[in-house]
């Protein structure tokens, strides 16, 4: 079956503007987490959704939101983008039973903030 | 504070040596660990869990809660072992993964 979907790969944006993310889980799975990984900080949790519910949310600032529709895919969106905001976002799919669920990751999108 | 520390950036050995590396945790109450690995042009993925209490591909990793301890090991290493490890914890429930800053194993022929 077909992985953890993300799109675009890659993306340049410019200081102020805002920027939306889309990812695709594993059919079947109904939770969806992101990530923020950066060299400096390392991977560190955004938030997490399951049935269109956020669940649980990391310590970002307001500008990152997110959202899950009915069919489980999810959307990220980062406003007023900041130099800082370079990254790669990681998705990862669950099937959201609990905690020790296997979590799949997505091959990341790679944001580039100029 | 909920963290995952693994000391060691880089961990450099010969094919054939054991390998070790390293994870502590703080964390208030029973932990739930896991070690995911991310090989060369590939996703991160899990490698193990310590509730399983399996060996995947060699590695085995113990809970050692008096010590606040979640160390990878395996007696041999062998070069498609090359990558990046991430020992990481399940923090407030669901899929809230807190992680360490990874180590790389680099094998040597």
């Known amino acids: 079956k077909a992985g953890v979907t993300q799109t675009p790969r890659y993306l340049i944006k410019t200081r102020g503007q805002q920027v939306t993310l889309s990812c695709s889980p594993i059919s079947g799975h109904r939770s969806v987490s992101w990530y923020q990984q950066t060299p400096g900080q390392g991977l560190q949790f955004l938030f997490e959704?399951?049935?269109?519910?956020?669940?649980n949310k990391g310590n970002f600032p307001g500008r990152f939101s997110g959202r899950q529709f009915s069919n489980s895919r999810s959307e990220m969106n980062v406003s007023t983008l900041e130099l800082g905001d370079s990254a790669l976002y990681l998705c990862?799919?669950?099937?959201?039973?609990?905690?020790?669920?296997?979590?799949?990751f997505g091959q990341g999108t790679r944001l580039t903030v100029v | 504070a909920q963290r995952v520390t693994q000391p060691e950036k880089l961990l450099s050995v010969f094919k054939g040596a054991p390998v070790e590396l390293k994870c502590n945790y703080s964390?208030?109450?029973?932990?739930?660990l896991f070690w995911y690995v991310q090989y060369s042009r590939q996703r991160l993925q899990l490698l193990l869990r310590?509730?399983s209490r399996e060996s995947i591909k060699g590695f085995t990793a113990d809970l050692n809660k008096g010590e606040t301890s979640f160390h990878l090991k395996k007696p041999f290493a062998q070069e498609e072992d090359s990558a990046m490890y991430y020992c990481?914890?399940?923090?407030?429930?669901?899929?809230?993964?807190?992680f360490g800053a990874g180590t790389r194993l680099a094998v040597h022929p």
């Open positions: 310590h509730i």
């Open positions: 959704y399951f049935s269109e519910t956020q669940r």
């Open positions: 990862v799919s669950s099937l959201g039973g609990g905690s020790n669920t296997e979590a799949f």
């Open positions: 990481a914890l399940v923090s407030g429930g669901y899929n809230k993964l807190i």
């Open positions: 964390y208030s109450g029973s932990p739930e």
